[in-house]
């Protein structure tokens, strides 16, 4: 399996002077927790972190990480993704782990099971993107609410998903069938995407 790590957007609604995936918890940088977690749970052949225009500084700091640098447009997420996806699946036709670079909370272990999971129950996941996901009363009891949530399930994306990039088709992403695995766990419960998100992951990291 690769992994892939998005690390381009610009994170305007933090409203800080700062690249969103530099963002500091307890003196280190989100992007940092995200990756220390996917090269310590060892369960990765390659890791990819993509970025943009918009974060020039992140790309400065990726170069004490083995790991293979992507720069797409900064444009459009979306674009980003596929872009990075096709670019990945010259590499091999590999299962691909994408990660926000935003969970900060997130570790190996949580990695490792959600890498297991996903190896243990392959054959039911072929042909599929397989997403992450948090239950609505998790989300509620964190007093979070702007997660994108899963047509007629109260069930919402963590950001976290597995693809195979053979069934990724780059003129149109809805071609697949979408999985869920449901995970409730802290870990990955808040995206920091605003001043809140990061008080509420400041308060989590502590306890």
Known sequence: MHALVMA?????????NIEK???????KAMIEYVLDAL?????????????????????????????????TSGDDYVSDLLYSLNHISNHGSEPILIMPCDLPLVDADLIRYIVSYYNYNHERYNNSWVAITLSGDLLR?????????????????????IVDPDIVDASDCTLYKEEYILIDDIRIAVNVNTLDDLKIVEMLSLT
Do not use: E, M, W
């Open 8 to 16: 381009g957007g610009r994170g305007s609604r933090l409203g800080l």
């Open 141 to 161: 009891s964190l007093k979070l609410s702007d997660k994108p949530r899963v047509y007629s399930n109260d069930q919402y994306y963590s950001g976290i998903s």
């Open 39 to 71: 090269i310590q749970s060892s369960s990765f052949n390659r890791i990819f972190v993509s970025v943009s225009k918009n974060t020039p500084n992140t790309k400065a700091c990726l170069s004490k990480y083995d790991l293979i640098v992507l720069h």
């Open 21 to 27: 995936p530099l963002v500091r918890l307890n003196g």
